[in-house]
């Protein structure tokens, strides 16, 4: 069997004793600590926090299909609700409570004028399919983003349909194959290196494509040999994750690119990384051929708690014509909205077809043009410059007590790598992750990048101050020490937090993935 | 710059520390001819908050705002009343600005709003399970589809021509490129029952078939009995995925897990999430206990920790992608976590109660409007069942039409053209969509500007 | 009955032209708990050192390969209701699935157990 050992440890440790024997409390709370139960289990039933207007005398026209069984949704009224959902945010940890060093992630500060722009209601309260002279202000302001990721990134189109990172991956590829189709060139494989994104592959694969790992060398970069000997006219892209995931830059990025089109293929690039770049390099000088853009990364769209995301793709010229449906074109002084309709007519037969309903994240580009035109070309190059020196200020604070392996070859990017080497015996990166919980930090990126044993990936980003980069130094470095050290209150961490380590085995063996009132047995099938 | 907290004290301390003298020996590793020496041209530089929000503001108004007219528009994104404190709720921070809760112990918040929303969109469908979200309606359905092939083996789909064109269209994408057979056809503006292929679809599931694929209501508004369907495809080997762009819809007819599908999906948009110009929207996705380990997202579920306490988790996770690399059951990594959680707050307001009299009031508006176009000479409503949409046939190109009714400030519809532009036997079809947004001067206002865009 | 092994730590047991594959202690305890099993159903034609089966980890899933070719007679029923059973008992209880073998003499590819033994040792 091909074993993936990389996986964590997923059981709490046996040692689950209250950290201090302090008292429990009637309610299972502990002061601002608050326990809350599940909707269901409150008596909801007929209750609702919603007033209607009276409901007119009209005949049904349902055709008997009336629901008839009840539905089982308890309802809340707004009291009951705000306070439902103010217990469980408290449950959270978010950029706004502290420092996120979540590599590869970054979570940076979300300015909320972001979030007052998104809800203006001439962009929030517009319907997709109204007439197009009704929408120009929403277009022009979709085609300002993209002119900006355009310029940005020096390529030639953008698409901005996708709607997170791996369908703009999926988009990019698409491209690619439909590229490669109309001229005929049937090639069947991608190449990703191992320092690219777990996504890669997986979008390679769902194109279609065989997919071909090409390793990385000591220092963490692309080897470019390998890479050269295994191109051909079977390759049809390569997918290179740059600044990739061992928080370096590819030295070789322009070779690797001249390589890649000398042998008739193209180079995707992950544009996951962008933040550590954007203002300074633009990839468009490196060769690249599509990249996908995360809004919510490099342009700080809020994550909110795993979405929605938004995955733009810039497209060099050779790809530009084969950009998805819809798109919008400036027409003279007005903005249209290229569809099936139009698609031939305005010269782009060769679209590979349409990704998602409507035209893609809008709410997402009104909070990154927001964020754009805070910064201005000057501050995007800050951010770049702020965001590089704050993970080499990080790696440079922590490389003497843990294992940093590419340090000796140079400064690093937007983040910074560790390794779990020089743990106690029985001490992992899981550990030190739980016990930076405890310190009242969201942990690190964890076993990701693979070709590092127990990586622990950090990146500050450019939104800290130098106090809170000194205070998690400060803690990462005691936490690590008590790794080092073998303290085994390490391994009952976090004991400060809503929740113990969670069994994650039981949830997988025995999965109850919603809720069923105890007396009620479970469905039948 | 208001969001850049070093100062260059600071960063002249942390050089020194790095060891570097300047910043641009940090980017050495770029290569020298890709290296900007300034700011990116052709850019402008930074800017205030206020003249941030002037620009923006300036482009905002050059927008129809749906709330300030009389508003008839759905075809697959929905107007609907959104308490303040849906609103208010999502942006707290802990929320707005957590990542993906792979930290179950500081994140059991958007677990247990995931679960919860889990369990609210499992029983609305009528399944059994259903997952954290994805992406949206159109591509939940796609994903359906292809789930369908990993559980039957088989390739040939078959397209109601009842579902919404876009969610045809991006399964036509996706198929081009995965191997699926697509059978789709177009609708036809059948009075009684438009866009309603069901006899026809019986006849063409075989032991081919992977999966049908019916909308409900469909993109005309026609609501249908999905029992035969189902049973006929179960039959055969194959399974129902129904698709539901109008999650209130449900507040009054039956679910489409009560009548058999296999999976349904759907758009949750209607539900806390808001009109934005076409997203970020909610992909909702349920299906059988069965199927759980080959659904695609992401998945909360119980567990306890190590007091015993109950808690939550993402669970099922090596069926992701970073897991299982090029074996995953989907590239999708993200769901749409913060449109989940202003959905299930909305659920949580309206309760059950709730849902129902808002499902009752859009039926009545809808019912009124209808009624309001029939009496305008020349038009004919075409549904007979139908909940908050329905169709009716105009004299004229409806484009044409809905842009004439747009000048006299009344967003009076879709266009079949919009949606079929190729299709010109649909061409003078207009699907119109109301709410309990809409008032009884609204609907005057529609018939009056429609007798006049006729006239 | 002959017991034969593989570098990729599956086991085989041969009972004239049936075998039973499953994996091996050294292999479950690499793994951690494992939560699901995914064996293929009677009829399935596996092929020697081809995938054959998935096992999964609360993180990771990883594929099983069938030790020797031929026509699936029965998956291990038990596993699929308590997985955990792979992690107890991987070499008895908790085999994957049985099947009919096509090529005996692909058997000869393979490990005794002192082979694998010492193969694991190495490791």
Known sequence: MSMNTQGRISRPHPDNDAPDGAPATFTGNRALMLEEPLIFERDGEGVTGVDFDELPEVTSCLGGLERRRPIGLPGLTEPEAVRHYTRLSRQNYGIDLGLFPLGSCTMKHNPRLNERMARLPGFADVHPLQPIDTVQGALALIDLVGHWLVTLTGMHAVAMSPKAGAHGELCGLLAIRAALEARGDARSVVLVPESAHGTNPATAAFCGYAVESIPATQGGRVDLGALKARLGPDVAAVMITNPNTCGLFEPDMIAIGEAVHTAGGLVYCDGANFNAIVGRVRPGDLGVDAMHINLHKTFSTPHGGGGPGSGPVVFSEALAPFAPLPFVEKQGERFVLVEEETAAQAGHGGAFGRMTAFHGQMGMFTRAAAYMLSHGADGLRQVAEDAVLSANYVLRSLEDVLEAPFAGSGPCMHEALFSDAGFAEGFSTLDVAKGLIDEGFHPMTMYFPLVVHGAMLIEPTETESKAALDQFVGALRSVAERAKTGDSALKAAPVYAPRRRLDETLAARKPVLTYREPSLPAAAE | MRYLPLTEADRGFMLARVGASSVDELFTDVPEAARLAGPVEGLPCHASELAVERQLSMLARRNTVAGEVPFFLGCGAYRHHVPASVDHLIQRGEFLTSYTPYQPEIAQGTLQALFEFQTQVARLYGCEVANASLYDGSTACWEAISMARRITRRKKVVLSAGLHPHYVEVARTMARFNGEKLETALPELTPGAPGDDGAALLDVIDSETSCVVVQYPNILGHVFDLGELAARAQSKGALLIAVVTEPVALGALRSPGEMGADIVVGEGQGLGVGLQFGGPYVGLFATREKYVRQMPGRLAGETVDAEGKRGFVLTLSTREQHIRREKATSNICTNSGLCALAFTIHLSLLGEAGLRKLAALNHARAVQTAERLARVPGVKLLNGPFFNEFTVRLPKDARLVVRAMAERGVLGGVSLGRLYPRADGLARGLVVTASETTTPEDVEALGTALEEALA | ?123
């Open chain 3, 1 to 123: 009955m002959p017991r034969y092994f593989t570098r990729e730590h599956e086991w085989i047991e041969v009972d004239g032209s049936t075998g039973t594959v499953g994996i091996t202690d050294y292999a479950q305890a690499q793994l951690g708990d494992i939560v699901f099993v995914e064996a293929p159903p009677a009829g399935t034609r596996v092929d020697q050192s081809k995938e054959a089966a998935v096992v999964e980890s609360v993180k990771a899933a990883s594929d099983v390969y069938a030790p020797a070719s031929g026509e699936v007679t029965e998956a291990n029923a038990a596993l699929e209701a308590e997985p955990a059973l792979a992690n107890s008992a991987p070499e008895t209880d908790g085999w994957f699935f049985r099947l009919t073998l096509s090529d005996p003499s692909e058997l000869e590819k393979l490990m005794d157990e002192d082979a694998y033994k010492s193969f694991c040792a190495s490791l």
